[in-house]
């Protein structure tokens, strides 16, 4: 079965302190792997993808497939940087989350 | 600038109504879904559709159902609404696998907080 697991559901992080937020996934093939993010009041959107190899708001994520992870991680944390952040691996047209983390930034 | 617009930003109905939940897009996707999102369980795929009159069951599809009779709208129906369907509701959309340029990425809506009393 195709399963994604965060295991942090809050994560709290000092201004400036590096942030990592994890993600693992059970799936067969290769799965397209987003990392979606989710502003107070705003809507869900997409942060980063994993075939774009980029850096958004200073955030990467790289895959590992030996250890089946995609953990999304930046240097320093800056204070808008709070938000609720989903995993979501994609075998086909199908899009599945995990449980979601919560990232609190402390000033 | 507005992409998905969900039609009720919030609805209170009482268990046992007829509850429907509109959803538009503007950008030609063939694809559409719902989801619903609850605190500690995430986003989870209610049904999704690749195209008009086309649905696929998602993996909570239990006391929903959808219509999708235009490209453009996707309706999501809760025939009998009950008190464990209070939840946020959340509509996206996205073009296909094989297409550059976005695809894959789903595009949002501002969600449906439906309370079932």
């Known amino acids: 079965a195709q399963r994604v697991t965060q295991p942090e559901k809050l994560l709290s992080v000092f201004k400036g302190a590096p942030v990592e937020l994890k993600c693992n996934y059970s799936?067969?093939?290769?799965?397209?792997l987003f990392w979606y993010v989710q502003y107070s009041r705003q809507r869900l959107q997409l942060l980063l993808r994993h075939i774009s190899r980029e850096s958004i708001k200073g955030f990467t994520a790289d895959l590992n497939k030996g250890e089946t992870s995609f953990h999304l991680k930046k240097p320093f944390a800056q204070e808008e940087d709070s938000a609720m952040y989903y995993c979501?691996?994609?075998?086909?047209?199908?899009?599945?989350f995990g449980t979601g983390t919560r990232l609190t930034i402390i000033p | 600038d507005v992409k998905v617009t969900q039609s009720s930003r919030y609805l209170v109905k009482r268990t046992g109504e007829k509850v429907f939940l509109e959803c538009v897009q503007d950008m030609d996707h063939e694809n559409m879904f719902w989801y619903r999102q609850d605190p500690g369980l995430g986003l989870r795929l209610i049904y999704f559709?690749?195209?008009?009159?086309?649905?696929e069951k998602g993996d909570i599809p239990e006391g929903y159902s959808v219509s999708r009779e235009k490209k453009e709208r996707f309706s999501l129906i809760l025939e009998s609404a009950s008190t464990n369907q209070t939840s946020m509701y959340l509509c996206?959309?996205?073009?296909?696998?094989?297409?550059?340029?976005?695809?894959?990425?789903?595009?949002f809506g501002a969600g449906s907080r439906l309370t079932v009393l």
């Open positions: 559709s690749y195209d008009v009159k086309m649905k």
């Open positions: 979501a691996p994609r075998g086909n047209e199908k899009l599945t």
């Open positions: 996206a959309s996205s073009s296909p696998r094989g297409r550059p340029l976005g695809a894959n990425v789903l595009t």
């Open positions: 799936y067969s093939g290769s799965p397209e």
